[in-house]
């Protein structure tokens, strides 16, 4: 199993391309997501010319670019697939979709128009040379792997895939890991590294929620168990990318940068103790 280690570098706007390069070879990082959003290195309205710059200026650097973190919705690329063309003529050959939303008429319906959705989504992926990745995500349709398999199952996992988000599940749709890898198994593509703390505020006791709140964190330092969830993409050979996801410090870079190193440290020093 060949691991990539990336980065969605939400919190690193204010570098430019060059100094994301940079960043990624300080933290010990094999290469980074390419953000397809306002005010990032490639926007929507601009991606045409923005994509060729960003990728040159990653290539120059020596990363390998294959995976964007995209808001484009199903439905919008259905209308007008220009930006998959735009994403595969500059070597993307996976990309994010838009987080899929409950509908009014309820969950049952909402699965069943998320289904129909992909699957006219797949002959456009084809088309493309692209896979369209759902990332499990809190307050969205696919917050869980059990309710990702009801919109999934069945469809080819060569253009449609699932990202993992080990600490977004634990708002809401955690399931065992091992569950979760062989139920998914062919459909993992990539998983986010993030974490959460549980904590409690004393002054909110007597509120329904009894003070307690999920706070992020590094991994180190989060409910995660890192080691089952490593143990468990093994057993199923997944090979693709684990993108840290730094959501802490994000009004202190350097304090940031610090606690992703640490975090690199911490994945690769797990992996190397289960032969990964």
């Not at 988000?165 to 590294?193: C, H, K, M």
């Not at 703390?197 to 590094?218: H, I, N, V, Y």
């Amino acid at each position: 199993m060949k691991a990539v280690f990336s980065i969605f570098p939400k919190y690193y706007k204010h570098l430019d391309v060059h100094g994301l390069a940079s960043l990624v070879r300080e933290v010990g990082l094999d290469t980074t997501n390419v953000i397809i959003r306002d005010g990032y290195w490639a926007s929507p309205s601009g991606l045409a010319a923005d994509m060729p710059v960003f990728m040159h200026a990653m290539r120059v650097a020596g990363l390998n670019v294959s995976f964007a973190t995209t808001d484009y919705s199903v439905a919008s690329l259905l209308s007008d697939p220009t930006p998959l063309a735009i994403l595969a003529d500059n070597g993307i050959t996976d990309f994010r979709l838009g987080y899929f939303k409950e509908l009014p008429e309820g969950p049952r319906a909402s699965f069943t128009a998320a289904r129909s959705e992909l699957e006219r989504l797949v002959p456009i992926c084809e088309r493309y040379g692209l896979r369209a990745v759902s990332q499990l995500h809190h307050n969205t349709m696919l917050s869980s792997p059990s309710a990702a398999w009801h919109v999934i199952n069945g469809l080819p996992a060569r253009w449609i895939g699932i990202e993992l988000d080990p600490g977004n599940q634990s708002f809401e749709g955690y399931e065992d890991w091992g569950r979760t890898a062989r139920l998914l198994a062919g459909y993992i593509v990539a998983a986010a590294v993030k974490d959460t703390l549980l904590m409690r505020d004393a002054l909110r006791t007597s509120e329904p929620d009894k003070g307690w709140q999920r706070t992020w964190a590094p991994i180190d330092e989060g409910v995660v168990n890192w080691h089952d969830f490593l143990k468990s993409l093994a057993v199923i050979d997944f090979a693709g990318s684990y993108v840290f996801m730094p959501f802490y410090h994000e009004d202190n870079p350097e304090l940031m940068t610090d606690n992703l190193k640490r975090e690199v440290a911490y994945l690769r020093q797990i992996m190397a103790s289960i032969n990964i």
